[in-house]
């Protein structure tokens, strides 16, 4: 069994596996698309950061003396909010490339193809689009009750943790998402399987948004993350799938 640090340096380790003969040409299209939004998103983060901080920590409030052990806590729920803006827009652009490469980077691995995993990327285009938009839907549902968390004061620690949880799971179902889809898993099943790891889930999370917040690195984030989600599926489910 992988252990859950493992599961966490997951994302970070495949980088170099992007690169090697056969991987090359399917990471170029992601890369850019990630490379474009990533920029947009940076600037729109560093911009509105100071704001986000006055108000969450405002200096006339009594929790504003433990400004040293919450400040962590309210950057970590930040930055999960600007990726989760990123990571939403990279994907619906990109996700007929991912689930390609998520294919690939299998074979790679295993030598062998998933089943039916031969279609052209236009065929990828109409299911990828429908699946992210799925996963928006998800998301969102849950995510508009913590932000309401967020922003009741006295509670808003409560839901700064919860978001950030919530963050680490929505990025590990985001990105398993496409080596899962290769085996016909339907969103339901989906998050059935990863329930069952919910600990790996959350380390492969926190290691995917480690890996957004490392300066040049992160550019090319979004298909290590796909590697990495790939390789997590072969270790925790495949024998399942």
Known sequence: MISLFDSFLLPLRSLGLLFTPGLRRYVFLPLLVNVLIFGFTAWLGAHYFAQFIQWALPA???????????????VAAYLLLAFYGFTIVANLV???????????VEE?????LPPDSDTGLMAEIGPAVAGELGKLWY????????LILMVI????????????LLGFWFLSLEYLDY??????????EQR?????????????????NLLMMIPAVNLAAMPA????????WLKLFSEKG
């Open 60 to 74: 006339d409030s009594w929790w504003h003396y433990l400004e040293w052990l919450l400040w962590p806590l309210f």
């Open 94 to 104: 990109a996700s007929p490339f991912n689930g390609i490469l998520a294919a690939r």
């Open 108 to 112: 790679k691995l295993t030598g062998r």
């Open 139 to 146: 998301f969102a549902k849950r995510a508009v009750p913590v």
């Open 153 to 164: 004061p006295g509670v808003n620690v409560i839901g700064s943790l919860l978001w950030v």
């Open 179 to 188: 080596p899962m889809a290769n085996h016909h898993l339907h969103p339901a």
């Open 192 to 208: 059935k399987r990863l329930k069952e790891h919910t600990l790996h889930a959350w380390a492969f999370g926190a290691g995917a």
């Open 225 to 232: 993350t796909v590697a990495g989600a790939t390789r997590l």
